[in-house]
């Protein structure tokens, strides 16, 4: 197999496997603060299906919008924390997370994996 096949069989089997990962909320977002993917644990953690999710600004749902947060992720190129959000429904979740710089077609993106405390 080329290499360039195999890179591409390598991206594909990635990006399914980040979608289908079990306990893992993945969120996907870019420099203007937005989610431009996430994945269906994100979903089932949020409580919002994708199409709402895709374009709502991070941290929209946590006190102070997450603002000392995504700061930091901005200097940092790898970094763990701790915080809480709230549904829609009212309900408080506390979780844990790592973000980490990304580049998807050449262009910057963080992403970030979510779980449940």
Request: aromatic share 6%; charged share 25%; proline share 3%.
């Amino acid at each position: 197999m080329a290499d360039e096949a195999r890179r591409i069989l390598q991206r594909a089997l990635l990006g399914e496997a980040v979608d289908g990962a079990t306990g893992t909320a993945v969120f996907v977002w870019n420099e203007d603060r937005n989610y431009v993917a996430v994945n269906e644990e994100a979903c089932r953690l949020v409580g919002l299906g994708r199409d709402e999710l895709i374009g709502m600004p991070v941290g929209d749902l946590s006190p102070d919008h997450a603002e000392g947060d995504i700061a930091r992720t901005r200097d940092a190129p790898f970094l763990r924390g701790s915080s809480t959000f709230t549904r829609r429904s009212g309900e408080k979740v506390e979780l844990d997370w790592v973000t980490m710089h990304t580049t998807v077609a050449g262009l910057d993106y963080m992403i970030s994996l979510v779980w449940p405390r």
